[in-house]
Structures are given as C-alpha cells and as structure tokens.
C-alpha cells in the first residue's frame, strides 16, 4: 500500500487531513522561499531598518566600539543572555576581548540567518561568544566543527591549543578527541611549533600512555629533552617527566650516548639513575632471569607503538574490495638485548568480504539442495595474524598486535583508526567494521588503497614469582 511505501522510504508519518490533501490531490507542491526570508533578514541587520536596540561592542584592541543597531526578537530567540539585557534597556554596551571582538559580526549574524563560516584560528574564540551568550546551538557547532578538524593542517598547530580550551572549559568529549588525535599521531606533534606549547599536565598525560605512536622511545625522548630545555621546569616536575620514559626500550648503545651527551639526563642524573640501572640489567640478563627479580608486568616494560621496522610493517593493500591478499614479515622476538638477533616471522591475510559463521551458506531442508543466497555486503573485512612459528619458542614472551590505519586528511596522512588484538587472538573482532570499502570515496582509502601498519608489541611475563 502507499503507507507502506511511504514508512519503507522513510516519509514522515502525516496527520490524517494533511495527507487526505496530498492523497486527493495530484498538483500539491511544496513553496518555498526561505531563502528569500534569509536574505531580507541579512538585511535587516546590515541596514538597521526597524531597529529597536543597539550593540556597543567596546575592545581594548579599539578605542571606538564596534556599533550594531539590531532587533530584540530576534537576538532573544537565540540567546537568553541577550534576553535579559534587551528587557530593560535598549542600548547595550558590552566589553569583549580583542579575539571575540574581532568576530562580533559574525557571531550576530548567525543569530539572523542560523549559519557562519570559520577558520581554524577562529574557532576558539566563536566557541567562546556562543558559550558566553548562551547560544547553545552554535556552541555545539563549533565544538563539532573542532572535533572533525583536528587532522587540518595549520601553520603553528592547533590541537594541542584546543586541548587546553577543551581543559578550561570542560568539554569532555572534545578534550578527548584532542588526546586521541595526539596520541596516534605524536612523531608529527612532536616535529612542529605546538609541541614547545604542551602543558605540564598535557605532557604527563601523554608520557603515561602505551598507544602513542612514534618511531620509537628514542624520538620520545628527545623530544622531551627539547621541552625540558625550553621550558626550564622546576626540579620535581623535570624529574617527573624524565622518569616516565621507557628506559628499557631503548637499546644499550643509545643509553650510552645519552648518558654522555645529555645536558638534561647530566643535570637530574640522580632522579634517574635507577632507572638507567635497571634497563642496563634488563639488556644484559635473560628476560627469564632478569623477571625473577623484577616485576616485569609493569608500563616500563611495555612497549609503545613504534613504527621502527624491527616493531612491525607497513602493508598497503590495493584494490582492498577485490581479493583476499597475505603478506609475510619479521620482528624482533623482543626488546632486550638478549633477544636482539632473534626473529618472529608472522603471517598475516585479509580478507575483503569474510563471513560469519552465523551468515554462511547453509542447505535449506524446505527445497532440496537449495543454498540460502548470501549479498557480498553481508561479510566484513577481516584480518587474521599469526606467527610462522611455535608457541614454544616464546617462551615468557606474549604479543600484542595493534593495527593502524592510514587515512589521507586535508593533504597529509594520518592515523585516524587503530585496532589493538587481545594477547591470545589472532584477529581484531571489530577490524573495519564500519568501513565501506566497496566506493572510492571511502574515509579508509588513499588512492582506492588501504594503508595498514601491523605493529607486534612483544610484552615479557613472569613464569616465576618475582623475589621481594
């Protein structure tokens, strides 16, 4: 019936006169000049007709405000603020800093027409006015505005700047947009003007964290030795920061180095020294013998995401829609001198439309032979690791596996997904789950190819009771 074809379509649901009219009618039409109203209500605004209260926007940027001769209808029905202040006067003067100031325009003409555009540098500053105002709505945009924009590129950097506004004013969901973006694409963080502009806090958070993506703990540590350089922090919190590097991960000959040419690692040597001493014991010992003394289930002993190519492969599958592909590569068994010279080999396969056992083909009993017919749509990506060798061989060894996705975002390649395995899995439950890698256009393809970047994080376990 038409009602049903409508509900399929997803029509409206009508009350029962209006669609007696549409259904009795074959010439009804929809009118619609709201772009027409839109217009005259910018003009409205930019001519002043009919003006019934006025804006003096006064800036310590300007002696002479900026003056807007506005009506009070309209700036009630999207800000209660303004509602209050236009009840009992009819001239206003507000004080705004420069930044605000600077788009007061703006902002009052999205009050007239529901719309603005902005630029990277102005979002802070619009989220500001429309929270100030009460102007929910433009509030909300601009936060959304801030959380899809992240990978925009810009020439001082900005996330770590929206981190800290999203810090001041308690934007929860935006703080952690923020400290995700950073996380997963920290080797670009790290190599740009913002990074001088990390907050002690920010820092700490970032330091603490096992899924930050860099090339390796060496590039991490160097990159704080700039901040602690530039920044001259007070003793504790340079010994703070310092003692949240991963000493163990990085290899005896760089500690060496370190311990030769760093101004900072000479100055708060005492801090750290324990620290030093303990990777050295767990480059030279057994990881078997040295974990009888030490806990080694603990985050100085677990890898970061590195991208060194002993930490994993990059693997850029083309066409990812078509065929299932596999590729071989090794790593290093695992982060300690010790096992330096040894080698995993893994195995990995992609498949483009696997399917679920619940969704597979099966005989019918209703029509002899028959097979239930299955759409290609129905399956989903999958990807399955596993090593080329035996269990045995990783003796107090476990692995991690997290996987990474590239995705091409405003010019640059960046880390938008990342899939981590459970220790004792072969395969990621939700790997690209919601990818829809059949169209061109899809998020997850650069050039109609998937970029990948498997990365093995072999994390060592006690076999025997750690002596106290």
Known sequence: SARHWGAALGWPHLPAAQKADFSGDSTAATINHSLT??????????HGN??????????????????????????????EVFESLLRSQSVVTLSEPPETAALFEKFIRYLYCGGVSILLHQAIPMHQLASK????GLQRGVAEYMRTHLASESSQGHVVGWYHYAVRVGDAALQESCLQFLAWNLSAVLGSAEWGSVSVELLLLLLERSDLVLHSELELYTAVEGWLSRRQPEAPVAERVLRAIRYPMIAPSQLFRLQAQSAVLARHRAAVQDLLFQAFQFHAASPLHFAKYFDVNCSMFLPRNYLAPSWGSQWVITNPARDDRSTSFQTQLGPSSHDAGKRVTWNALFSPRWLPVSLRPVYSDSVAGAIQPVRIEDGRPRLVITPAMSSPDFAGVSFQKTVLVGVRQQGRVLVKHAYSFHQSSDEAADFLVHADLQK?????????????????????????????
């Not at 256009?441 to 009771?465: A, F, G, R, W």
């Open 50 to 79: 009919g003006s019934d209260s006025v804006l003096r926007v006064r800036s310590a940027a300007s002696d002479e405000p900026k003056v807007f001769h506005t009506h009070q209808l309209l700036l009630s029905l999207q800000s």
């Open 440 to 468: 061109r256009t899809s998020e997850y393809l650069i050039d109609n190819s998937l970029h990948l970047h498997i990365i093995i994080k072999p994390v060592y376990h006690s076999l025997i009771k750690v002596k106290k």
């Open 37 to 46: 109203l839109l217009q005259r209500l910018q003009e409205l605004l930019q």
């Open 133 to 136: 105002y009460r102007v929910w």
